[in-house]
């Protein structure tokens, strides 16, 4: 990092790249243990149900905290030092958190709703809305890995201008 950038722009910057990387880490965690929980067959449709309400408020708290984080602390990072890098990564972390609270709003909650109380026959309506949430979680996480590649290759640019010598 350029060492001749101001302490808290250099620690945003890292905050911003922390934030992402382990938002993209918690996600795909999160995905893996959530696909064996639900093809197990030792678990009842009631328990897989129950998982859902347990689980997805917590994994869209912990999703809109690191990516709104991470969010602010790059453009306290890179505010007056803009570069192509970060402003790919603003944008798509923009756009990373409105799918997550689309997806939140109007797949997530009625999807809840439909699990409870557990044990309830899977409707289409419920397969349909599973599919959109898949679908977007999809472009959600291209989304924050194309921020944290926008993160990663490049960094703010230093304020300082080279200014020419003085002649006489």
């Known amino acids: 990092m350029n060492a001749s950038l101001p302490f ?8 911003a790249r ?3 990387a382990a938002w993209i880490g918690a996600a795909v965690l999160f995905v ?3 696909v064996r929980e639900v093809t197990v067959p030792e678990f009842t449709s009631e328990v897989k149900d129950r998982l859902v309400t347990l689980r997805f408020p917590a994994y869209y708290f912990a999703g809109a905290s690191l990516v709104g984080l991470s969010f602010v602390a790059t453009v306290v990072a ?3 030092r803009w570069t192509r890098g970060l402003r790919v990564a603003l944008a798509m972390l923009l756009l990373a958190g409105g799918l997550m609270a689309a997806d939140y709003v109007w797949i997530y909650t009625p999807l809840a709703a439909m699990v409870t109380p557990p044990g309830q026959p899977r409707t289409m309506a419920f397969v349909t ?3 959109w949430s898949m ?3 999809t472009v959600h996480l291209v ?3 194309m921020a944290a590649i926008g993160l990663f290759v490049t960094e703010p ?3 300082q201008r080279d200014v020419p010598p003085l002649t006489a």
């Open 143 to 145: 989304a924050c890995l």
């Open 129 to 131: 809305l599973h599919r």
């Open 135 to 137: 679908r977007i979680n």
């Open 8 to 15: 808290g722009t250099r620690a945003a910057f890292a905050i």
């Open 18 to 20: 922390f934030c992402i």
């Open 32 to 34: 893996v243990v959530g």
């Open 78 to 80: 890179s505010a007056n």
């Open 157 to 159: 640019k230093s304020q």
